[in-house]
């Protein structure tokens, strides 16, 4: 029988734990993929998340490290520092990233470390149950925001990308999306492009992935897309924000 | 190198890390330990290899540590007391990853913002771990320079050897006095393994299991193996590498306990009490953790009485009274950061204890 579709290497056999219709699934195969393709499995590191990925280590079939929560950059800085020929990755979502961990995306950016930073953005703390993040919408109701997200009382939504795509450090940052087939295909070639500016020397490089949460959204899968592509992408525009030739 | 210098304890404190093949340095500006991260930067960038960078904060710069000993690196870091606080969420994931690095706290009074002379008020945080969680680490407390450079290159192979942080202690005076220093040069020792853990990439084809640095245990059963093993090591290190210093204990009725700067000044108060003919000795714990039970337990036997001496509150008291074991009375005088004690001060406290055991 022919083939037509086979599992890249680069991710293990270990079941994924993620809920069902979540999106983590398909980022992490486009991670993998882009990393197969780019024939540097044997010398890529990841760094995994505290949130819903935390388990990323279990999946990526490369060299891992276990960050704590928001410090996956710094871990990355150390690494790559350490052996400067290894392509080292962080896969964090918009609590770690956005939140916690504002400060060290924020200077690992800055002072143009040469990693690649996947960011996860689907609008929630998934994992904690549901929790309102930095980047949970205006009227977005959760477990802490349960009169929808007021801006009067906590403030605005964070646009990650944008905001550091005004610093010099960074080579590479886009904003992606995986709620349906075309942008899932765009995602992949954005992931790889930031892994090639790794590869290339041209500094920082990160895509942010908006990305969807239907059990904590509480919305079926299909809904979550549709949601998605309604509510965040007008709060998060899809693009390049910054690209170094 | 090998020669008689006149060095800072600080910038000897990092040139001895490098001699000991330090090659990463990630830090952050703090009163007093400015010159550690100063000479570093001054020095890394022109060794093959090295590298220095100064962290955004104190959290990250732990991490970076994290990172860099993930990938095998040989790895430091130093600060002080405040700095230290916000390191500790970072040390117990090291500690949890089983990582080697070497951490450098330049004590300075406390709590707070307290403010940046010498202090001894961070023996609990110390010794107790820390961070949260269960964990030890082996804890220095140099006494004088020469001994700060001997103690970071020791604490660096005994680091690797049990894949756990090392902290080494100084009050500030440690950090900012200048002494004359014999700067071994340092030679690696054949017998510490390979670091075949670390995460430097990895295939399916390659010679080893695939790294995961990592302090995530959610099946509470494998968890409790894991800080099982971790207290295994724990163990063989109170077995074997419990430091100490004693000095006219056999016959003493009277054993001062102190460490660090203020050891020293209990040891001319030792001297002056023994011309009064008060008989006093001084037992100096090098090792804060882990701690010098035995030579303690054993002046219990015939002390009369034991003076504990810190720039604390009292802290390290405690261990002292545990290890006396009630068998005699244990009394503390202290001062806190940056008010150093005297030796006068001392002797007047002997001489009250004395007093009051006639």
Redesign the interface.
Known sequence: MAVVYEKT?VLTDTPLHYCPGCTHGIIHRLVAEAIDELGI?????G?APVGCA??A?NYF????????HG?AP??????????PD?IVFTYQGDGDLASIGA??I??AATRGENITVIFVNNAIYGMTGGQMAPTTLPGQVTTTSPYGRDPALCGYPIRVSEMLATLDGPGYIARCSVHDVKHIMDTKKCIKKAFETQIARKGFSMVEVLSTCPTNWGMTPREALNWLEANMIPQYPLGVKKEVE | MGQKMLMKGNEAIAEAAIQAGCR?F?GYPITPQNQIPEYMSKRLPKIEGG?F?Q???E???I???????????R?MTSSSSPGISLKQ??IS?IVG?ELPCVIVNMVRGGPGLGSIQPAQSDYYQSTRGGGHGDYRMLVLAPSSVQEAVELTQTAFDLADKYRNPVLVMGDGLIGQMMEPVEMPEYKKPADLPEKTWA??????S?DRE???????YIDPAVLEKHVNHLYEKYAVMERTECRWQEEMTEDADYVIVAYGTTARIARSAMRKLRAEGIRAGLIRPITLWPFPNAPIAKAAEHAKAFLTVEMSMGQMVDDVRLAVDGKKPVRFFGRTGGIVPTVREIITEVEKIAKEEA
């Open positions: 290497g499995q044997g010398k890529t590191v760094i935390v388990f280590y079939n490369v060299d891992m490290m276990e960050a704590a410090r710094a871990v990355a800085t150390g690494c790559k520092r350490v052996n290894n400060a060290e924020t200077h | 990463f990630f590298c960078l962290a955004e904060s959290v990250a710069a991490n970076m540590v994290y990172g860099a000993a993930g990938a095998g690196g790895v969420e970072g994931y990853a995460a430097t990439g990895w295939t399916p390659s695939r790294a995961i640095i990592n302090s995530l």
